[in-house]
């Protein structure tokens, strides 16, 4: 099978790719990526022999029928990611996470090939923190950033696509990732990277939120088998059972990295903060097979505070970078 990845110079889809091509399953791997900030071209690096890079936008519609025409299925990873810009600056977002999954939908229909696109539990919206209850995939759409509007858009469009249009597609909506090659501008990398440069993590508003952890690994290991044993036209929810609240995390690392564990401050709180993801991975488990390999936190913490230790100069430019935007925005 080849393969045409998208965003795949980004946290996920460079781990996806680094992942397809060590399982030797697929014959030409095929990366398309803007190269925005997010993007970290070093994260390929083991694999430029075996792959094939083409730099360029899912916003280019030529383009994106030219490398659609040549494969057989598409995992479309290429998306703006980070809420908080996307309360900045909502633009790049409907132009990566909307445009481009138009113009990758109509490029599948043309030349009849297969989809998946992966997308968040963000579509959901929020749960309360006593909420017995958890995202399945029959929730209803309530998402509540400029980030999360597109991302839910973007599954209305592809199950249009394969209503309408008879498009082969599939959805995953999976929980927030943390583990190697991660941008240091999320919650993880940032508190790790300021720890290494002696400042304190920040939390923010409360630090009570929750989210629900799953390394990066197990989230592709989910994508690997939705592409080869997902039924087309499902939608699959992927997630590890691993709710923690963000002070719990800071804490944790604090401890990993030989800090005290209040050594942190809490700053202003995001606009509009969800509170809590959560994900029944019931469906997966059972129609898949599929199960999280990364079971112990503490120990992918410890393995990802190694990883971010032990790789400066992967996102030394990046950090100044990021901690430019956060000092505008006062976070
Ligand atoms: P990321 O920001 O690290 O990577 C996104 C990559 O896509 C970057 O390399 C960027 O340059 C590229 N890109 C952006 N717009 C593009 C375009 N128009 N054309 C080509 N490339 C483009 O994001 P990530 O965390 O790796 O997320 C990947 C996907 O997984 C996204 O669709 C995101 O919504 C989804 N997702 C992420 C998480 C998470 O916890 N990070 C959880 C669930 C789903
Ligand atoms: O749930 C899946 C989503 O997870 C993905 O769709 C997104 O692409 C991904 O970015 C992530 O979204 P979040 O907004 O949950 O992730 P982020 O890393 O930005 O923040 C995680 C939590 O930590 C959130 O409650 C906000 C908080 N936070 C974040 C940063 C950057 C802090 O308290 N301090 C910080 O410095």
Same mark, same amino acid.
């Given at each position: ?6 965003? &795949?110079? &980004?946290?996920?889809?460079?781990n ?19 190269l925005?900030?997010a993007a =970290? ?7 430029a &022999?075996?792959?094939? @890079?083409?730099e ?11 490398l659609v ?6 995992? =479309? ?7 908080d ?8 977002f409907l ?7 138009w113009n *990758?939908?109509?490029?599948?229909? !043309? ?12 579509? @959901? &919206?929020?749960?309360?923190l ?8 029959? #929730? ?27 498009v082969?597609? #599939?959805?995953?909506n ?6 190697? !090659? ?23 508003g #409360? ?23 997902? !039924?087309?036209?499902?939608?699959y ?6 709710e ?10 604090l401890r990993?990295?030989g ?14 903060h969800? *509170? ?17 390999? @990364? ?5 992918g *913490?410890?393995? #990802? ?5 032990? =790789? ?17 925005i006062?976070?």
């Open positions: 099978m080849d393969i045409l990845v998208t965003g &795949g110079a &980004g946290f996920i889809g460079s996806y790719v680094l992942q397809v091509v060590a399982s030797g399953c697929y014959g030409r791997v095929v990366v398309i990526d803007s925005s900030y =970290n071209v070093a994260s390929l690096a083991p694999v &022999g075996a792959i094939e @890079f083409v360029g936008s899912t916003a280019d519609a030529a383009l994106v029928d030219r025409a040549g494969v057989d299925v598409v995992v =479309n990873f290429a998306a703006e990611s980070h809420n810009n996307s309360l900045n600056d909502p633009r790049p132009e990566s996470n909307i445009i481009g999954v *990758l939908l109509e490029a599948v229909r !043309r030349h009849g090939k297969r989809i998946h696109h992966v997308s968040t539990d963000e579509v @959901f &919206g929020d749960l309360q006593d909420d017995p209850g958890r995202f399945t995939e029959g #929730t209803a759409y309530r998402p509540s950033s400029p980030y999360s509007a597109t991302k839910a858009g973007a599954d209305h469009l592809v199950r249009a696509w394969a209503r309408s249009f008879g082969r597609a #599939t959805i995953s999976c929980s927030n990732n943390y583990g190697p !090659r991660q941008h240091v501008e999320k919650f993880i990398p940032r508190q790790i990277t300021n720890i290494l440069l002696g400042e304190k993590p920040k939390i923010y #409360t630090g009570k939120n929750v989210r629900d952890w799953i390394h990066v690994e197990d989230h592709n290991r989910a994508l690997e088998a939705i592409v080869e044993r997902g !039924r087309v036209g499902e939608t929810l992927i997630g590890a059972e691993c923690v609240d963000n002070v719990t995390i800071v804490r944790a690392l990993i990295m800090k005290p564990e209040d050594w942190f401050e809490f700053v202003s709180d995001r606009p509009g969800d *509170l809590r993801y959560a994900i029944d991975p019931g469906k997966i488990v059972t129609e898949l097979g599929w199960g999280p390999e @990364f079971q112990d936190l503490q120990a *913490l410890e393995a #990802t505070v190694a990883w971010y230790s032990d =790789n400066e100069q992967w996102w030394a430019a990046a950090k100044t970078a990021a901690e430019k935007v956060y000092a505008v006062g976070r």
